[in-house]
């Protein structure tokens, strides 16, 4: 499953205030074949996002209890990534992790970056992003799904020379990427091996980063 398939509205009142908070399923009906007999659960629930509209767009973001769960943190600022970085500290399966983007170099941009997760010596999971088509890529045909499926989703989402915004959400089996802010989301399951707990980036060209990344509770 790519993106939630099944939404559920919740109105939340808060010091005279109204919250509009979405609950999306994170499965489809071509997926539910995928659960293996050990595993006690079917499918899995996104976490609760706040809506809001701006200029005429929805935006959808983590609500602000879930920093409630942030715990140890790594931070790195003003990383120059070319070719594969691995950054000390930055592994599991459970993380809150904000990281931007941008050019080293406007003159000489990047031409792609990627993020991969979930990874280990055979499996990853990738989100990767190439500057010049505007173009956001969840990638899990690497992960170890066991069938067939859709692989593969992109989004185009606004830059300014390259610069991006992101909060990337790990949680065991499924990732959830808040882009600029809520703009957009992409959302993905996978079920690759719990010890697959690595996460390194990628650039072709240079690009420079600053990663705040939690563990989550």
């Not at 997926?31 to 706040?50: K, N, T, V």
């Not at 610069?163 to 079920?191: H, P, W």
Request: aromatic share 10%; glycine share 6%.
């Amino acid at each position: 499953m790519i993106s939630p398939s099944t939404t559920g509205l919740i109105f939340t009142r808060r010091r005279r205030s109204w919250r509009r908070i979405m609950i999306g399923w994170m499965q489809n009906w071509d997926a539910c074949s995928m659960r293996s007999p050990e595993d006690p659960w079917m499918g899995q629930m996104s976490l609760p996002r706040e809506l809001s509209v701006r200029d005429g767009r929805l935006y959808q973001r983590p609500v602000r209890e879930l920093d409630a769960m942030r715990r140890r943190q790594i931070q790195y600022t003003n990383v120059a990534v070319s070719g594969v970085v691995k950054l000390d500290g930055l592994r599991g399966r459970m993380v809150d992790m904000e990281l931007r983007i941008r050019p080293e170099d406007l003159q000489n941009p990047y031409q792609k970056f990627a993020v991969r997760f979930a990874q280990n010596d055979r499996y990853y999971t990738s989100l990767s992003f190439r500057p010049r088509e505007s173009i956001l890529k969840i990638d899990r045909k690497f992960s170890g799904s066991r069938r067939a499926i859709i692989h593969q989703r992109r989004s185009l989402v606004k830059t300014a020379d390259g610069e991006l915004k992101l909060r990337i959400i790990l949680d065991r089996f499924s990732v959830e990427v808040f882009v600029n802010d809520g703009e957009q989301v992409l959302t993905a399951t996978m079920y690759t091996e719990q010890e697959a707990d690595g996460i390194s980036f990628f650039a072709d060209g240079t690009a420079q980063i600053d990663v705040a990344a939690y563990d989550l509770q």
